[in-house]
């Protein structure tokens, strides 16, 4: 008897549980067009990696669209309202993203979302938008194919094959070389795109491939396929990785396999994290990569950013990531303050139509609703990170 | 009980209809549908688990994989290959052919790795999964490592939910018949029913090719409700979550499957405001649910009208 009243209670229990999941949420009423904005504020979803398998990037993310909105609201928000930043977790999976867009889009009413971080979230959730004719921009999904899910989703970074170009003519006209070897993670789409973006400018430029091998991401020991790329002799190496496997192939290349330093590493976004110098050491030093943007870059507008952002994040200095989201945010503010409304179509038109100076470079959409704007190559020099050059988009 | 059936199935399709009815009309907006369809989802995929890990005793963790194979081979019937059907024939054809392959995939390799027991089908089977994801990174016609894009968005509430009533139909079924019977003697005791002349193997390979059948359904669904095939939504960590569903519940319980699919698909969006503490609250609940009811919400038992009954009678019985 005293079993059945447990069994009776605890089901209660999830009963309860699962009803107060249900109705405990926004009463917020549905803005399907968005036609005016409700109420004091105008809503700005975020869907965000806060946790999961790449939450530092979802949470530089973050605080990159937090800094941007503060300083927005302190000059006093746009159409004289101020901005609410609504955030939504998406545990780095695809199924999260795309309820956490219909929840912003249902529940809160949002005018527009930021998000997310990876090209495959981006991916799940951008249908979603587009749907309900919500405009979408991502910080940081460098994937040709988001934008291509309808005339909603922009972005604020630039696109994969653009690196991928960057890198190839760096090596040429600036290192002066001839031969390069491809190392690609077979696992990774961000990877196998760039190697043949990499391949057909480096050809068609005079250059030539003399050695291509794969690895995949997790794997440990790169001694023999090192060893293969070493023997094909070529001037540059290219790989276009995360760091993780990247700090451990830059440290036995250099201390296993032998390379020697006039063989130049090279790299691509991917690269961006301390974790590269805790793997490789000494060894990543005289490498290159191509970036976002870089916090030693000369200009007025970054080194407010940084100081503001110092300030507001006990004095961590923002990466690449915090970058593009800060310019995504202020995209946004741009477009909703020239489109005097958060009307769906008109702010459409209005972020298609924006042009600023952002912190990673100028932002002005192609008709791709890709920004052209310029990369920077990155040195990495005695166990650090130093601006190079600043390649502009031809 | 046939006819006690009939009301239960036409009461619990009648439900359905009036929550798709209150979803078209904007009653119900699409993010509740979202979350209602996926519950439905959950509750095939946890239902189907039990029938292998529950009632069959067989501690399977690939389902994640048979999910994946329904998905990306359901899609590809609706996306890749232009068949002159409408909708609503195209649809459920995709998701039959989607199950099938994952049945197949599952007799293939079922047979070889039914024979092992315990941990040892536990790490075969985990394997399993793995491998069809991988499959899936490398293979270049379903867009490999950048998943498959542009499904159409075929499934909506109904179509899960009625899929999710005929399939635990079906499985609560098979359960109940001899066959079933023969499935639970194998989780009691395998030498046991070997000795009363049971094929175990061939048991064993039926459970699990209907669980795999289901899975693929189900993946079908997924995949056309997010519009997007990813390798990455097929880890292993998805195949745990479902299994998660099905210890909650009670192993061998399918009510408790489909309670626990429900409940923990409502928890983990009640939950998404907290965000970095969301999976911190989320284990502490299934640390303390799992310290008071080891056995899972439900234990063995099944959930059902007439277990009122009893308590009435037995009260009556006090009063006397």
Redesign the interface.
């Known amino acids: ?1 005293k079993r ?1 009243l447990f ?1 009776i209670i ?2 209660l229990m ?1 009963a309860s ?2 009803l ?3 109705t ?1 949420k926004d009463p917020a009423p ?1 803005n399907n067009g968005g036609d005016k904005p409700t109420g004091e504020t105008i809503k700005i979803g975020g869907i965000l990696e ?2 999961g398998n790449i939450a530092s990037f979802g949470q530089s993310s973050r605080n990159g669209i937090v800094l941007a909105f503060e300083e927005i609201n302190a000059k006093g928000g746009v159409l004289g309202k101020q901005i609410e930043f609504v ?3 998406n ?1 780095s ?4 993203s ?3 867009a ?2 912003l ?3 809160n009413g949002v005018a527009a979302i930021l998000g997310a971080v990876a ?2 979230n981006t ?2 959730a951008a ?1 979603i938008a587009q749907d ?1 004719k919500i405009p979408l921009i991502s910080p940081s999904s460098t ?1 040709p ?1 988001v934008t291509e ?1 309808g005339d909603y989703i922009f972005r604020s970074c630039f696109i994969d094959p653009f690196q991928g170009v960057v890198m190839s003519k760096f090596a040429i006209e600036n290192l002066g070389a001839k031969t390069a070897a491809i190392m690609t993670d ?4 961000y990877s ?2 760039l190697t043949e973006v990499f391949k057909e400018a480096f050809t068609a430029a005079g250059g030539k491939i003399v050695s291509e091998v794969a690895y995949v991401s997790g794997d440990t020991d790169f001694n023999s396929i090192l060893t293969s790329v070493k023997n094909a002799g070529p001037e540059v190496v290219f790989i276009p990785g995360y760091y993780d496997s990247v700090g451990l192939i830059l440290d036995q290349a250099k201390n296993n396999v032998g390379f020697s330093s006039d063989i130049v590493f090279l790299g691509t976004d991917g690269w961006d994290s301390p974790t590269l110098f805790d793997l490789a050491g000494d060894s990543a030093n005289g490498t290159y990569f191509s970036n976002h943007y870089s916090p030693d870059a000369d200009s007025a507008i970054v080194k407010d950013f940084i100081a503001s952002y110092k300030a507001k994040f006990n004095g961590a200095i923002p990466d690449a990531l915090a970058a593009t989201a800060y310019d995504a945010a202020y995209m946004i503010a741009a477009a909703i303050e020239s489109a005097g409304t958060t009307d769906a179509a008109a702010l459409r038109d209005a972020i298609a139509a924006v042009q600023l100076e952002g912190v990673s470079g100028n932002i002005k959409l192609n008709e791709k609703r890709d920004p052209v704007k310029s990369a920077v190559v990155i040195k990495i020099d005695g166990g650090a990170q130093t601006y190079y050059s600043t390649v502009e988009p031809n | 009980m046939n006819k006690k059936k009939l009301i239960f199935i036409t009461g619990a399709v009648a439900v359905g209809v009036v929550v798709q009815l209150l979803i078209s009309s ?1 009653v119900i ?4 549908a ?2 209602l369809t ?1 519950m439905s989802m959950y509750a095939i995929l946890a239902t189907s688990l039990n029938l292998i890990n529950g009632i069959t005793g067989q501690f399977s963790l690939g389902h994640a994989g048979f999910m994946a194979l329904g998905g990306y081979f359901s899609a590809i019937l609706t996306t890749k290959l232009a068949l002159p059907l409408p909708n609503f024939l195209m649809f459920p054809l995709s998701l039959l052919f989607g199950g099938l392959v994952a049945a197949a995939a599952g007799f293939l390799v079922g047979l070889p790795t039914l024979r092992l027991r315990g941990d040892y089908l536990a790490i075969a089977t985990l394997g399993l999964g793995e491998i069809i994801r991988v499959m899936f ?2 293979w270049k016609y379903v867009g ?4 498959m ?1 542009g499904i159409p ?1 075929y499934t909506n509430f109904l179509w899960t939910y009625v899929i999710a009533v005929f399939s635990i139909l079906i499985i609560v079924n098979f359960i109940k018949s001899s066959h079933g019977r023969a499935c639970i003697s194998i989780r009691e005791d395998e030498i046991a029913a070997e000795t009363m002349g049971i094929n175990t193997t061939k048991y064993k390979v039926m459970a699990f090719v209907i669980g795999a059948f289901f899975a693929g359904v189900a993946g079908g669904i ?1 995949g056309h ?4 095939l ?1 390798p ?2 097929f880890t292993f960590m998805v195949s745990v979550e479902i299994l998660l569903m099905v210890v909650l519940g009670g192993l061998g319980s399918i009510t408790g499957s489909i ?1 626990a699919a ?2 923990l698909t ?5 939950l ?2 907290f ?2 503490l ?2 911190i609250i989320y284990s502490l609940m299934l640390i303390v649910i799992m310290l008071f ?1 080891p056995q899972g ?2 234990g063995t ?1 099944e ?1 059902s009208l007439d ?1 009122f009954s009893k ?1 009435t009678k ?1 009260a009556e019985k006090a009063e006397r």
Do not use: W
């Open positions: 008897m059945k069994l605890a089901l999830v549980l699962v107060s999941a249900c405990s549905v806060m946790t955030l939504e977790d545990k999976i695809q199924v999260e795309a309820t956490a219909q929840k889009i249902q529940q090209s495959s991916l799940a249908p309900a994937n194919a899910v077979n696992n990774s789409d196998i795109g | 904007g907006n699409p993010y509740f979202q979350i996926l990174v490398n490999a490592a950048a998943g894009k968005g997924f409700l997010i519009r997007l990813h990455n939504s309670a429900v409940f409502g928890l983990t969006e009640a998404r405001q965000s970095d969301r999976m009811r919400l439900l038992r959930f277990m308590f037995k």
